[in-house]
Structure formats: structure tokens, C-alpha cells
């Protein structure tokens, strides 16, 4: 059971029978000054330091990216300066790419994931509130967490696993975009 479906049960018994899904319509923030272009997709290439297994490798995030600059779409890299050494290694590797590691707030981040059309990063916590401010989300699992019980909830998430992200190919995860 979901981690949500479990809350909602637990509320049920106490009498509270509408639990809709959290509404981020409030978290915004100013994104004109970080000049982004019109077609973007987030990615969201960090997690947890604690957790190394739920990091999908940064040389498969280049990769992506430069699917994704090939399908006409701007890559946002974004996360907190953990995310530094991962997000050089895409922007190396893929020109074009946009690094905003470490720049914006989580307002700005929901301003962002609404503008983009997709957004694609590992199990870690950006990557479950971009799904919820209704910005079509690939969530990328891998052994170490069980998206049945912890996966992203938003109107547009999906989820791509493999036992072992490493097993996980770029093949894969273009499989389960949005049709263009």
C-alpha cells in the first residue's frame, strides 16, 4: 500500500473521509531573471548523499540530455550544490545544457517544473514535488525503494525501474516519455 493510502486509511477511522492530494498551487517564486528558453525539461540528477544507490549514473543524465537537446528541448539541471560535480559532467558532455544547481529556491523550483514540459530525476524529494505541481515526471527507481509504497503521486508521474539503476538505459527512460 501506498504510503499516501495508508495516511488516508488512518484518517478514515478518525472520520476524516476527503484527503485530496496536496495542493502546491501556493508555492511559486520569480524565475524571469534565470532566462530559460521556451521548450525546457527538468532533470534532477542528485539524491540523498546517504542513499548512492538511488543516483542513476551522471554519464546516463549526458546522455539523456543530449536525447533530449535532439528532441528539441533545453535540459535544467537541478538540485543543491551536492548536485555540482554530476550537473559539470552533463553540462560538459551535452552543450546547451542550463545549470541552475544550487539557484533557486523550492518557489522558483515549482516555477520551473510548470514550465517544463517533462521533468526526469532520481528518487529523491524535487523530483516528488515537481510531480505534484502537475509537471509530467519520470521518477527513476531502482532496488533500493519500492515505488508502490513511496512512488511520486502527481497527475503525471510515472515511474521507470530497474533492480539496480546502473541496469537502467537511456533506452528506458526515453521509452516512458510523454508522446511528443
Known amino acids: 500500500m501506498h504510503t499516501i493510502e495508508r495516511q488516508r486509511a488512518q484518517l478514515a477511522i478518525a472520520g476524516i473521509l476527503d484527503v485530496p492530494l496536496a495542493d502546491l498551487s501556493f508555492l511559486d517564486g520569480d524565475i524571469s531573471d534565470l532566462s530559460l528558453p521556451d521548450r525546457i525539461a527538468v532533470l534532477i540528477p542528485s539524491a540523498s548523499p546517504d542513499r548512492p544507490a538511488k543516483l542513476w549514473p551522471g554519464e546516463r543524465y549526458a546522455e539523456l540530455a543530449l536525447a533530449l537537446i535532439a528532441r528539441g528541448l533545453s535540459p535544467v539541471i537541478i538540485g543543491g550544490s551536492d548536485a555540482k560535480a554530476v550537473s559539470q559532467k552533463i553540462t560538459e558532455a551535452a552543450p546547451g545544457t542550463i545549470d541552475l544547481t544550487g539557484r533557486t529556491s523550492l518557489g522558483q523550483l515549482a516555477a520551473v517544473a510548470r514550465r517544463a514540459e517533462l521533468a526526469i530525476g532520481n528518487d529523491t524529494g524535487p523530483t516528488h514535488l515537481i510531480s505534484l505541481v502537475g509537471c509530467p515526471t519520470i521518477a527513476l527507481f531502482g532496488g533500493d525503494s519500492n ?23 537511456v533506452a528506458d527512460v526515453l521509452a516512458a516519455l510523454p508522446p511528443a
Open 147 to 169: 515505488p508502490e509504497k513511496t512512488g511520486p503521486v502527481g497527475p503525471a508521474a510515472r515511474v521507470v525501474r530497474a533492480e539496480a539503476l546502473e541496469q537502467l538505459t
